[in-house]
T-cell receptor, first 114, second 110 residues
Framework: NAGVTQTPKFQVLKTGQSMTLQCAQDMNHEYMSWYRQDPGMGLRLIHY???????DQGEVPNGYNVSRSTTEDFPLRLLSAAPSQTSVYFC?????????????FGPGTRLTVT | SQKIEQNSEALNIQEGKTATLTCNYT??????LQWYRQDPGRGPVFLLLIRENEKEKRKERLKVTFDTTLKQSLFHITASQPADSATYLCALANDYKLSFGAGTTVTVRA
């Protein structure tokens, strides 16, 4: 049981490049979410999904896309990277709705945009 | 606007003492409040969940209180150990989403 896995661990992009951050979970959780964490700030919700085929925006969705074609996977796409997207990105999953149940977090992806 | 504020200063305490962390919020009415631990370079790990109708919850050396009138949660680590050194995050359940505070870094000196 690997829990929540994220790839890559580190990534450097140039401004304007696109990429996909991968997230997978093997706990059969319906609810998955993406957060970014910046120094001195709390985790901020980017997008979330309550099940396959259903996604919704969080607090800071601009510049990011998501899709949820399977229960296990929830990739995050950066469409055209900007220096303001330099951050640590965490994927999380939970057995029920977020807040009501504990969230399981992945190890994070540290992204630098130059 | 909605705000979640945790102790702005880092907490440095002596081993064996009790660490008390504060989480204050405004313009939220959370039904649930959670606490997480985060070690450097790692993802947060769930510690405790408390419901709005619960005043207090305990787990081993951890204790959480939740006062919806004061709009505050207190997180206590009793008999602290150097291994408790980490950043602790509070999170409020709001409309089926979690909103996090910035965290309080605790360092326990041997």
């Amino acid at each position: 049981n690997a829990g929540v896995t994220q790839t890559p661990k580190f990534q450097v992009l140039k401004t304007g490049q696109s990429m996909t951050l991968q997230c997978a979970q093997d706990m059969n959780h319906e609810y998955m979410s993406w957060y970014r964490q910046d120094p001195g700030m709390g985790l901020r919700l980017i997008h979330y999904s309550v099940g396959a085929g259903i996604t919704d925006q969080g607090e800071v969705p601009n510049g990011y896309n998501v899709s949820r074609s399977t229960t296990e996977d929830f990739p995050l796409r950066l469409l055209s990277a900007a220096p303001s997207q330099t951050s640590v990105y965490f994927c999380a999953s939970t057995a029920g709705l977020a807040g009501v149940h504990e969230q399981y977090f992945g190890p994070g992806t540290r992204l630098t945009v130059t | 606007s909605q705000k979640i504020e945790q102790n702005s200063e880092a907490l440095n305490i002596q081993e064996g003492k009790t660490a008390t962390l504060t989480c204050n919020y405004t313009n939220y009415s959370p039904a649930y409040l959670q606490w997480y631990r985060q070690d450097p370079g790692r993802g947060p790990v769930f510690l405790l969940l408390i419901r709005e109708n619960e005043k207090e919850k305990r787990k081993e050396r951890l204790k959480v209180t939740f006062d919806t009138t004061l709009k505050q949660s207190l997180f206590h680590i009793t008999a602290s150990q150097p291994a408790d050194s980490a950043t602790y995050l509070c999170a409020l359940a709001n409309d089926y989403k979690l909103s996090f505070g910035a965290g309080t870094t605790v360092t326990v000196r041997a």
